[in-house]
């Protein structure tokens, strides 16, 4: 009797546009040791945050929605608080912990280590601040307006470059969560609305909406937990493409209605802190920003010193700051599937240069930056850190 051989396993590698895309934009080597071995981060400042409000604005948003929780601004103590507990708890479950900088780690159950609160009075640190002026600041506007939130996306393209016997797969697999807006919520709230306000605001959007065959159509929004990037950064293009795929995934989902507009929020921008103020004045005096300030606040971002407090700007300036729209069209949105299938391609030339046995420094690309390497576990064995890296900061 002759016995068949069993045929390999048929995988198709996924790839999701934040854990892999953008992480392996951001620094390669870090990509490979964090994302794709077994060295988890132990405080992984940007990857913690992003998750965290992430976690935060989503349970916000269901607090809104089912337990009538309409008035804001919300106690920070008595209503937020509690959601940023429960979104800790769920991270230590995941082995995210919180950087001690970052967040006081006090519960109802008294000391844990790290504790740097009393019982009563837990302290309100950079990432408390930030949660509670985004809930307040876009909570009344945003909430309002979300007819699906954490929306799975999933899609399909054919592996770039395939070869067969050397490609992993002919296919690989995309993924994203975002949170929808329809233009029914928009219709029914957009009397005070600060958001549709900017959205009407933006004659692309008009454009858009003018031109559709029906009155149905979607917004898909994104929250970053950092600063509005600068134009000329390869960040800024980085946030557009990822939006322009989510919209391409969002189209082929067979409930969705055409999208017409990507909305992103850059948390930090609510409540900037040294770093921030000086990435902001250095894109105002270089005219790389899209967003300019205007007199006061104009004058107090040039005559601002590093050795000072962030100067006092209008809450106009940065709730204007913290939003992005990104326009939804099909060429741009086919040039950002290119992107997206370049740096699968990248991906996956590293991985097959590292089973061939060049080892990982050897197949795999170190981008040096000080932000970056200041949050990086595995700088004491780069290749290539960035010389001005010495210690994790504030994201």
Request: aromatic share 10%; with cysteine.
């Amino acid at each position: 009797m002759t016995l068949s051989v069993r045929s390999k396993p048929y995988i198709i590698p996924e790839y999701s546009l934040t854990g892999d895309l953008l992480a392996f934009l951001t620094c390669g080597l870090q990509y490979r040791y964090q994302n794709k071995g077994t060295l988890p981060p132990s405080m992984p400042i940007q990857l913690w945050f992003g998750e965290f409000i992430h976690g935060v604005l989503e349970e916000a948003y269901l607090e809104w929605r089912d337990k009538n929780l309409k008035d804001f601004p919300w106690d920070w103590e008595k209503e937020i608080r509690p959601i940023e507990m429960l979104i800790d708890k769920r991270m230590r479950a995941r082995g995210l912990n919180p950087p001690s900088n970052l967040f006081c780690p006090y519960n109802e159950e008294g000391h844990k280590e790290g504790f740097c609160g009393d019982l009563n009075h837990p302290h309100k640190l950079v990432a408390s601040q930030r949660a509670e002026a985004t809930i307040n600041t876009w909570g009344p506007h945003l909430f309002p307006l979300i007819t699906s939130a954490e929306v799975r996306l999933k899609g399909i393209r054919d592996m770039p470059h395939y070869q067969e016997g050397f490609s992993r797969s002919n296919y690989y697999g995309i993924t994203g969560i975002v949170d929808v807006i329809s233009s029914v919520n928009l219709e029914v709230h957009s009397s005070s609305n600060l958001l549709v306000k900017f959205l009407e605001e933006d004659p692309l959007f008009k454009e858009k909406v003018q031109a559709l065959d029906s009155k149905e159509y979607e917004i898909i929004m994104d929250y970053k937990g950092m600063k509005r990037a600068p134009l000329s950064s390869a960040t800024w293009d980085y946030h557009k493409w990822q939006i322009l795929t989510y919209a391409w995934l969002r189209s082929r989902q067979e409930e969705s209605s055409p999208v017409v507009k990507g909305i992103l929020f850059y948390i930090n921008e609510l409540v900037p802190f040294t770093k921030d103020m000086q990435d902001i004045k250095e894109d105002v005096v270089g005219e790389n920003t899209d967003i300019v300030p205007q007199g006061n606040d104009l004058k107090e971002i040039l005559k601002w010193k590093t050795n000072t407090p962030p100067p006092p700007l209008s809450n106009e300036f940065k709730t204007r700051r913290s939003l992005r729209l990104v326009d939804v069209k099909p060429d741009s949105v086919h040039r950002s599937l290119g992107e997206f299938d370049r740096v699968v391609d990248e991906i996956e030339n590293c991985l097959l240069k590292e089973i061939k046995g060049k080892g990982i420094q050897n197949s795999w690309e170190a981008r040096p930056e000080a932000r970056t390497c200041d949050a990086c576990d595995f700088r004491t064995f780069c290749n290539n850190p960035d010389p001005l890296s010495q210690k994790p900061t504030v994201p």
